[in-house]
């Protein structure tokens, strides 16, 4: 068994991911962090894509290539929608901007994302 007893970088991925998640008006257990030889996030949306009203929509977050929206497609594969440029570790309010312009929706500020993903 391989023991890591330095896990701050997964604390703050957890500190990170629940900012993001807050930012976003979700609740619950919505989220996973990876913490072993690729750090990463995932984070299940509320509501569809108009151009993948079947599919489920998650964010994903790696250490490479910041964040990106995937869907769920058949067998399982995650297809990327589309990617937040900038930062690789962006304000959480940035991230929810983002998130809500993927679903349509302007927003003036970032508190009304939580509403505007609510409605989805």
Not at 94 to 103: M, S
């Given at each position: ?75 399982g594969r995650d297809v990327v929608v ?39």
């Open positions: 068994m391989d023991l890591d007893f330095d896990d701050s970088t997964t604390r703050a991925l957890r500190r990170y991911a629940r900012s993001v998640t807050s930012a976003l008006g979700l609740g619950g257990d919505c989220w996973c962090v990876q913490g072993d030889h690729h750090v990463g996030i995932y984070l299940a949306l509320d509501g569809r894509l108009d151009a993948y009203p079947d599919h489920d929509v998650a964010l994903l977050w790696d250490e490479r290539h910041g964040w990106s929206a995937v869907v769920e497609a058949d067998g589309g990617r937040l440029d900038g930062l690789a570790v962006p304000w959480p309010g940035a991230v929810a901007e983002w998130v809500v312009g993927l679903f349509g929706r302007p927003t003036d500020t970032p508190d009304t994302a939580a509403a505007l993903l609510q409605a989805s």
